[in-house]
């Protein structure tokens, strides 16, 4: 039953996000009175179809994507409809490929708000107790010290500090602390870390904990943005390492892994509308700046091609830009079916 309501769980979350994306698109579409002929939720056979005044709207029977249809790379509908994707102005244009993942990143943030404010008490970035340890004692750390910035990353979260240590290899990091009203630099404090030998999880002890800041209409904005932030480095330095190989392919999940994730946790903790948040965030997220690569296929690749239109004044032919995209698109479609099986792989072995 805990997987079946895990299922449903990552469904429901996953149509909300990629509607969310596509909305973004229509919305700007219909602003720009670019012609839009079908937005549909879901891919496959319609399971239920509604022709409106302009646009077909259409939901599928499969729940594992969505699109909103401008004919973008059809040149022959350009000639005959003057409102068409290719007929408009580059900077509309660009708003438009834009706008979807732009939607994920507000959908994202409106997450994180709604998780802050039933949080109660969100973590700081000032220490409220240093362990009775040798490495605590000895880090340089002090009761009340504000840590500004790790390894030259500003810390904006009692997260961002956890992630930003987690991710150090050595354990051994510079700090940079406000002590009432000073700037102090710890240039090699030392975090103990021990390997499982049975699992081979890392674990750093940090040897200090943080103040708990209580969530109030005056500060809700703050803290989100700062779980906002987080989730969004916590994205873009894992692209980053994926892209520098510190990650390789068994590090990546989908939507079976995220399905599995999901499952483990209710069966641990239940079905806990704070993690639901969390994950629902991080995926928005994930989903908004990935899409904004400028790769084949994906909306940044689109704004790439604009790009170019803008600076040279002369737009790239369609073919052109449809083979590219349509190579991209088939790759990437290789890669989720080897996340999918992969996924599937390491829930039964």
């Not at 996000?17 to 891919?43: C, D, N, P, Q, W």
């Not at 040149?75 to 509309?92: T, Y």
């Not at 992630?163 to 700090?175: A, H, N, P, Q, R």
């Not at 002590?179 to 999880?201: H, Q, S």
Request: with cysteine.
């Amino acid at each position: 039953m805990t997987t079946v309501i895990s299922i449903v769980i990552a469904i429901v979350i996953f149509c909300i996000i990629i509607t969310i994306h596509e909305f973004g698109h229509y919305l700007s579409a219909r602003l720009f009175k670019i012609t839009v002929r079908e937005f549909a939720i879901g891919m496959g056979p319609a399971i239920y179809k509604h022709q409106g005044k302009n646009t077909l709207f259409a939901i599928r029977a499969l729940p594992i994507g969505g699109y909103c249809d401008m004919s973008e790379d059809r040149e022959e509908d350009a000639e005959e409809d003057a409102n068409h994707f290719r007929n408009k102005s580059v900077w509309k244009r660009m708003i438009t490929i834009v706008a979807g993942a732009s939607m994920n990143l507000i959908l994202g943030f409106i997450f994180c708000l709604i998780f802050v404010s039933i949080s109660g008490n969100v973590g700081t970035n000032v220490i409220s107790s240093v362990a009775d340890t040798p490495a605590a004692e000895n880090s340089g750390l002090e009761v009340g010290d504000e840590i500004l910035s790790i390894n030259g990353r500003h810390m904006y979260s009692s997260k961002d500090i956890s992630y930003i240590l987690s991710t150090d290899e050595d354990g051994i990091v510079k700090m940079v602390v406000k002590r009432g009203t000073d700037k102090i630099t710890l240039p090699a404090v030392v975090f103990p870390i021990y390997i499982n030998k049975e699992t081979g999880r890392r674990t750093l002890e940090y040897g200090f904990k943080v103040v708990g800041e209580r969530v109030t209409i005056k500060n809700i904005a703050r803290l989100s943005g700062g779980q906002f932030v987080y989730m969004s480095r916590v994205v873009i330095l894992s692209l980053a390492d994926l892209i520098r190989g510190k990650y390789g392919l068994n590090d990546l999940s989908g939507p079976v892994g995220i399905v599995s994730v999901i499952s483990g946790a209710t069966k641990e903790i239940g079905v806990s509308a704070k993690f639901l948040l969390q994950i629902a965030a991080l995926i928005t997220i994930n989903v908004g700046l990935f899409n904004l690569l400028p790769l084949p296929a994906l909306d940044g690749g689109r704004f790439i091609f604009l790009l170019i239109e803008a600076v040279s004044r002369k737009p790239v032919k369609p073919e052109v830009e449809g083979v590219f995209h349509f190579v991209g698109f088939a790759l990437l479609m290789v890669l989720m079916v080897v996340i999918t099986v992969k996924d599937v792989r390491d829930i039964f072995v």
